[in-house]
């Protein structure tokens, strides 16, 4: 199993809209590296949602639910979503400047490249997020 973060815009499709929906596709990414991540994932794997431009944080766990397939909401064939089913929300959710501030995770993908929209966690990263989350 793999694990990532996913961002989006909270009042554009936030954690709210993903558990109403129950299974969304993780659409309208046009960034070729956060593509290929997306190619790379399986169903199974687990994923942060991070609520970006508002907020700045961590706010749920989510389930990819299919691998990679033709983004409905594109009109060339390169672009590619998966689909995501929300877990559980944290407890706490887990701000930007938390992450920025905690040592053992100033190398995480976040920190380093905080515009990428799909990015890859390590396991340490992800024990980290949760303990910090309250979990």
């Not at 961590?58 to 983004?71: F, L, N, Q, S, Y």
């Not at 559980?88 to 976040?110: C, G, H, Y």
Request: with cysteine; glycine share 6%; charged share 25%.
């Amino acid at each position: 199993m793999a694990y990532w973060l996913l961002k989006s815009e909270p009042d554009v499709f936030g954690w709210d809209h993903l558990v109403a929906n129950g299974v969304s596709e993780w659409d309208g990414v046009r960034n070729y590296q956060a593509r290929n991540f997306m190619r790379d994932m399986a169903v199974g794997d687990k994923a942060f949602f991070y609520h970006s431009r508002t907020g700045l944080e961590i706010v749920g766990i989510m389930d990819i639910a299919a691998t990679a397939h033709p983004d409905s909401t594109a009109e060339d064939p390169k672009w590619v979503c998966v689909d995501v089913r929300a877990d559980r929300p944290f407890p706490n959710a887990v701000i930007l400047e938390q992450i920025k501030q905690d040592a053992s995770l100033t190398d995480m993908v976040l920190v380093k490249n905080s515009r990428l929209s799909v990015q890859p966690v390590t396991p340490a990263e992800w024990d980290r997020i949760l303990t910090l989350g309250g979990f």
